[in-house]
């Protein structure tokens, strides 16, 4: 099956994520796509790399499957390791790609050993999954397909289908050979990032209860250091 015939996503969690993550000091996490091709237990690990900042790594896995509402969910989680403490920060997110209403349906964030959940409900957040619809991006008339291409990353070499958004501002290159978004390599004018490795046997990081996620802001004693 041709790659762009593919549901591709604006990666949801991390848009979420992002203001959370960026008050603790992490990197400004950047808005990507990436075909949606969910293994449970199979993963990958990138290194990102923002205008004025260091590089960083994010890992993220699919790590278990379940049924949301009568549609299939799969259970994305992320790793932001903090370079400063050792400690960063996991969400793993319950994705539903299928229905009227595809999108995050559960989010829950490690830090620090307490595993918080985000009230999905909440205006804040309801403003923040608007910004992040899923989307296939062969139906974008932002992007141009670009066919197939081969690129080189720390990961190895992989055959992408290649896109380029039509005002040149990013360009993504996507194989099916990758869980769970495909994404081999990304740049845009201020940021990029590269596969580094894949994951496989993923298992989830958020094994403990879990406790409502404090919209005021994290405890003190929560925040990493």
Known sequence: MRLAAKFTVV???LILVAPAWAQFGGPRMPNFNGVFHPIVGQGAAYQLQSQGQESHTMEMAVVGKEDFQGQTGYWIEMNFPDPRSGA???MKTLLVMEGPEPGAKRMIMLMNGQAYEFPMN????????????????SKDKSYVDLGTDTVTVPAGTYVCQHYRASDGSSEVWISDKVAPWGLIKSN???FSMSLVRQITDAKSRITGPVQPFPMGGMPQGQRPN
């Not at 909440?122 to 991006?137: E, K, V």
């Open 11 to 13: 990666l949801a969690a």
């Open 88 to 90: 960063g920060m996991t």
């Open 122 to 137: 909440n205006p804040m957040m309801a403003g923040r999954m608007a910004q992040s619809t899923p989307h296939d991006i």
């Open 188 to 190: 845009g004018k201020d």
